[in-house]
């Protein structure tokens, strides 16, 4: 197989494409693709997963693929969710001063700011496709 440098980056785009979203105000966000973040940028996305992990452990998933905590752990709160799922939007985007608007705004539109929205930022995560991105999910006891 032979191809150029264009080729290359846009068959690269294709396999590890990035998430962008437009914001109310019209500017864009880009969610990056873990695999083209730099080895520091992907440490301290997996820094961010080994922290919940080390609060929040747990046996396995139920059924429906539901983290089921140990019957001895903590439970995560919904602010604790809220918290992980906007840390890892935070690490996905490049800029942090663009990720603080993107935080801010109300992209689901019921009038709430996108980090206290769990909903937005979870379905954010499940269509950009980031594995267990989405593991902060509360357990449904």
């Known amino acids: 197989m ?19 979203i437009e914001m109310p105000s019209g500017e864009v966000v880009v969610l990056r693709n873990p695999m083209r973040m730099t080895k520091v940028e992907r440490k301290r996305l997996n820094e961010i997963f080994d922290s919940w992990r080390e609060r929040f452990p747990r046996e396995d998933e139920d059924g429906e693929g539901r983290p089921r905590y140990a019957a001895d752990a903590p439970k995560p709160e919904e602010e604790d969710v809220a918290a992980h799922l906007s840390n890892v939007l935070t690490a996905l985007i490049a800029n942090p001063v663009q ?14 700011a996108l980090r206290d929205d769990l909903a937005s930022m979870d379905y954010l995560l499940e269509v950009h496709g980031g594995g267990d991105l989405g593991e902060g999910s509360p357990s449904q006891d």
């Open 2 to 20: 032979k191809f150029n440098a264009d080729q290359f980056r846009e068959r690269l785009g294709k396999k590890h494409q990035v998430t962008e």
């Open 99 to 112: 990720a603080e608007r993107f935080l801010s705004c109300d992209l689901g539109g019921q009038g709430v």
